[in-house]
């Protein structure tokens, strides 16, 4: 997603690059229910409407939050660290060029929304079955801006990353890095849940999540086939890549299932969708397809190992966001610096085309992402913890989020149902009953 | 020969079983169930539409027994069932006339013997 890539950068809008990009930007948008079908899937079924809602709720206010501020703060100016206020309130935000792109200003503003919504859907994977609904509003609104805005600077909006030579092309520093470590610290911070290491936790819909996952491919090509913003090579790559790199990580994963279990998992296929898709993100543009087949069978080693491992602890970092978002993210950062290619991307050569300094630049940025985004959002909850219960009672738990916060069940069947109409004589408004 | 059924909190179920697991009492019947009792329904909107449940889901335990055993299996589902609060159910103990083992024919309260070791060969 550098600028520095797109060599000729006009100030003319280019219709074929405007017209893909709409679409991309729709497509990334999909990701965000897609994303919420997978986790629903993932969860108990009493916790199926609070779970996809987390993910409707980051389309809400993180849209609201980057249109206000965050798109200003990611995208405007060089400084090194944050950007500017001169975006804010989409102020200069309009039909002309971004510069550097040969889109409109504007798709260029909502295609980079749709990274921050997602971003911070990601995040709630960790919390889920437990988290409140309201105080996750309130962390998404804050979280969007004082850690996806801020990467998103550093990544792709001129910041130190990028000024220093990191190449990032659609986001593992921002979104995969950013999203994985930050899960990792709001599982610590939120807590277990209270059956966690004493029951079976399962998955209540497997098919939920081969289609969840499904979706989250497809939308993908918009994700990473968007990101050099044109209709050019480095698109055309990164599409393509989108495809090869995600089919290696399902082999691979096939056959470690096999090897540990004996059988090959659906639940397994769908995590290594996301892994391969994860790996890829990074380095889309930046390698060649053959390279990008390796990456994609060399990603699923670490991310398999450390689900594996995570569900041995009592760390409760619920749907696996470290292992399939930071830790994939983190592989796919250190792959640009060995086998980013010139020829390939007209940017740079990683250590095995012999400039070995990119490797440090990828190498500052897989340190400098874990740390600030575990942090920070560490700090974060913590101070919001201070000021509002992030969780629930234990018998909120137990009846499960949806009745709790919604009152709604996903799986209503409408037996013993009574409508309660004005004329029914229910004179006070009934409380909320016991629960189960 | 007692029939034990006990209509429970979900969140009661995984503590009973693993205790009567570790007492020796492996074998049951469990089905998920929906009733009504003195608990209040719970209230849930849809599209403006304003609702109250009524039938609350429970957990329903079914488990035969011999005479002896009762008491101990009872007071077990008593123990991590109770809450102390409206809706927490009810356990009823039934008389049973006989008993069979499909896969050999025997009858009697043999078959219904404790098994000691029945948590250690899981």
Not at chain 1, 242 to 254: K, M, Q, Y
Request: negative net charge; aromatic residues 10%; contains cysteine.
């Amino acid at each position: 997603m550098t600028v520095s890539i797109l060599a000729a950068a006009t100030t003319e809008v280019n219709t074929g690059d405007t017209a893909w990009m709409l679409a991309a930007t729709a497509l990334v948008l999909l990701m965000t229910p897609a994303l919420g079908l997978f986790y629903a899937g993932l969860v108990r079924s009493k916790n199926t409407l609070n779970t996809f809602m987390m993910c409707i709720g980051a389309i809400a206010i993180a849209t609201v939050m980057w249109a206000l501020v965050g798109y200003s703060l990611a995208f405007d100016g060089e400084g090194s660290i944050v950007g500017g206020l001169g975006h804010a309130f989409l102020h200069d935000v309009g039909f002309e060029p971004r510069a550097g792109t040969t889109i409109p200003h504007l798709v260029f503003f909502a295609f980079q929304a749709t990274f921050c919504i997602i971003t911070t859907a990601l995040v709630s994977g960790a919390v889920v079955e437990r988290m409140r609904f309201g105080p996750f509003l309130v962390f998404a609104a804050l979280w969007s801006v004082l850690v996806y805005a801020v990467m998103a600077h550093w990544a792709f909006g001129g910041g130190w990353l990028q000024a220093q030579g990191t190449l990032d092309f659609a986001g593992g520093v921002p979104v995969e890095m950013g999203s994985g470590f930050s899960a990792l610290a709001a599982a610590l911070v939120v807590g277990a849940r209270k059956d966690y290491g004493r029951q079976a936790l399962l998955p209540h819909n497997a098919v939920y999540v081969l289609v969840g996952a499904g979706l989250l491919w497809f939308g993908w090509f918009g994700f990473n086939g968007g990101s050099g913003f044109s209709t050019g090579n480095a698109s055309v790559l990164a599409f393509t890549n989108t495809l090869l790199t995600p089919a290696c990580t399902l082999a691979v994963w096939f056959a470690l299932d096999a090897i540990r279990g004996r059988q090959v998992t659906a639940i397994g296929a769908a995590t290594a969708i996301i892994v391969g898709c994860v790996g890829i993100t990074p380095a889309g543009g930046f390698i060649s397809p053959g390279w990008a087949m390796l990456l994609g069978a060399l990603v699923a080693l670490p991310s398999y190992a450390v689900i594996v491992w995570r569900t041995r602890t009592r760390v409760d970092e619920t749907l696996d966001v470290l292992a399939a978002h930071g830790i994939a993210g983190f592989t796919g950062i250190l792959f640009i610096g060995f086998f980013a290619q010139l020829s390939w991307n007209g940017a740079a050569d990683g250590l095995l085309y012999g400039d070995a300094g990119q490797l440090g630049s990828q190498a500052l940025a897989a340190l400098a992402a874990p740390a600030y985004a575990f942090g920070m959002t560490y700090v974060l909850l913590r101070v919001l913890g201070a000021a509002m219960p992030l969780r629930g009672t234990e018998r909120d738990e137990a009846v499960g989020m949806d009745l709790v916060h919604h009152g709604e069940e996903a799986y209503a069947t409408g037996e013993g149902a009574i409508l309660i109409t004005p004329e029914s004589g229910v004179e006070e408004e009934l409380a909320v009953a016991q629960p189960v | 020969m007692k029939m034990v059924i006990a209509y429970i909190r979900h969140e009661a179920f995984e503590p009973i079983r693993a205790d009567l697991l570790a007492k020796g009492f492996p074998s049951m019947s469990v089905s998920e169930v929906k009733g009504s009792g003195r608990q209040k329904g719970i209230t849930e909107r849809y599209r403006g539409a304003e609702l109250t449940n009524y039938l609350r889901p429970k957990v329903k335990i079914e488990c035969v027994v011999a005479d002896g055993d009762v008491r101990t299996v009872v007071d077990t589902i008593l123990t991590h069932a109770r809450t102390g609060g409206v809706g927490d159910g009810k356990v009823f103990v039934l008389p049973v006339e006989e008993a069979y083992r499909v896969r050999t024919g025997e009858a009697g309260e043999e078959i219904l013997q404790a098994h000691p070791d029945a948590a250690k060969a899981l």
